[in-house]
């Protein structure tokens, strides 16, 4: 195991840009104003091949507990057990303020060494900022500008003599496990806000590991936690679950933040293999799940849909459980006519109801999803489908279909070799796609046809 290195300060001193240089890749949200990040995110960093995984945590708030920002705190303080080393940070050119020299006196109070960071240290500005640090009684303070990458080669000297050793051996660590099957299954959770992503995930993981409280729009970046689930079999598998923000209609998203934090969100889907779409039970399918559902699949990912808050349902909110599950399952089909029969699961993220099979299903649907068909297979079917329902000949010109191959899967995607193509009905495609799901295999998986004729070599050009 590589050493966990946590970040950690009051709002707006550049915590999420430090945790970006040292991951080397702008996975953070990062704005001007206070409080962008509310969840613990995790990264891999590393300095002059020092490797470790650095957490960038929200900004320490004084708050009351149940507030936001009190419950945003309770995460970071929660973060500091088990870690190795934190980067307590300070903004040099602002210089110490009552809520650093808070943090500084619950830290002293933690069995965890901590290296003073004074973050915006560029020129002669922070200097003063950078003699107060010293007071805080962590030893001499690193100068660092995470924005210009200024300093980092004492981040380094200050690291180096808490988590060298654990790195060392972290690294040989991964030597040996080398040659085993990667490949956890990547899953993200999207939806509208406050239909329960984060509140679900924590109930995968047993803790309160992401934020969550009654208030829309609370989960602002998109947040992967490594996790291990034991099927129903007894079998160990691992999942990346990556939990996103809310997305709401465009019209609606109007803060530049929520902009980022939408665009995370997409950024997400395309890095996952199977995406759940959540859906609220109080509310029903909307029309802005239909879109988030149709951008999944565009992005040939494979998608289910939950319908989370199950415990409600046949509560005068919810009404009749039945109805409501088969309105949305028709709904569903008729909004989506390019995925039909999509996995639908009532779930409850309070309860736990139905997560398991969620998740079963998960691995079956990434299975189909990654499934390569032998070509001899693939053409037995291609010539059964051509004889039940040939292609029309359009003005009397009869379009040829000679052959089918598999050009690649994740999502699968075929290519139909044949002459006249261009004339092809839409209808005909459908009728191919539909086929090559119910017959091969692919149930809801989004696949791809792509149509190629061979070059005329009489033709001008």
């Known amino acids: 195991m590589k050493p966990t290195v946590i970040i950690i300060g009051r709002p707006n001193v550049g915590k999420s840009t430090l945790f970006n240089r040292l991951v080397g890749k702008k996975l953070a949200l990062v704005d001007d104003q206070p409080g962008v990040t509310r969840d613990r995110r995790f990264g891999d960093a590393t300095i002059a091949g020092l490797e470790f995984t650095v957490v960038d945590t929200a900004g320490w708030e004084d708050e009351d507990a149940e507030t936001l920002p009190g419950r945003m705190r309770r995460q970071t303080e929660v973060s500091v057990e088990g870690a190795d080393a934190a980067l307590f940070v300070i903004d040099a050119r602002a210089g110490l303020t009552p809520l650093d020299e808070e943090i500084a006196r619950w830290l002293r109070t933690q069995e965890i060494p901590v290296v003073a960071v004074a973050n915006k240290a560029e020129g002669s500005a922070g200097d003063a900022g950078l003699l107060e640090a010293f007071s805080l009684g962590f030893g001499e303070p690193v100068a660092l500008s995470a924005e210009h990458g200024e300093g980092v080669a004492d981040l380094f000297d200050a690291l180096w003599p808490i988590i060298g050793e654990k790195a060392e051996g972290g690294e040989r660590d991964g030597e040996e496990n080398e040659d085993e099957e990667a490949g956890p299954l990547k899953l993200a959770i999207v939806g509208r806000p406050n239909a329960g992503k984060s509140t679900l995930i924590n109930r995968l993981l047993g803790e309160d ?116 599950f088969n309105g949305i399952k028709g709904a569903l089909d008729e909004g989506l006519a390019q995925a039909r029969g999509l996995p639908l699961f009532a779930v409850s993220a309070k309860t736990g109801k139905g997560l398991d099979q969620m998740l079963k299903a998960a691995f079956e649907i990434r299975e189909a999803w990654s499934k390569r068909v032998p070509t001899a297979a693939l053409n037995r079917w291609f010539d059964d489908a051509l004889e039940a329902n040939p292609p029309p000949a359009p003005k009397g010109k009869r379009i040829k279909l000679r052959y089918i191959t598999q050009a690649g899967t994740r999502p699968p995607r075929f290519v139909v070799f044949g002459t006249r193509l261009d004339m092809l009905p839409k209808s005909y495609e459908r009728y191919l796609v539909n086929g090559i799901r119910k017959e091969l295999g692919f149930d809801a998986v989004p696949v791809r046809v792509v149509l190629k004729a061979p070059k005329n070599p009489y033709a001008k050009g």
């Open 209 to 324: 590991r992401l934020l969550t409280g009654p208030e829309a729009g609370i989960t602002r970046d998109s947040i992967a936690v490594d996790w291990q689930w034991t099927d129903p079999d007894g079998t160990v598998r691992d999942i990346r679950l990556i939990d996103t923000a809310g997305m709401r209609k465009r019209s609606n998203v109007v803060e530049k933040l929520e902009k980022l934090s939408v665009a995370d969100a997409k950024r997400a889907i395309d890095f996952a293999e199977v995406v759940v779409l959540l859906l609220d039970a109080t509310r029903g399918l909307e029309h802005q799940d239909l879109k988030i559902a149709s951008m999944v699949l565009e992005e040939g990912r494979a998608l289910m849909i939950a319908i989370n808050k199950w415990d409600m349902a046949g509560s005068e909110q919810v009404g009749d459980a039945s109805r409501l």
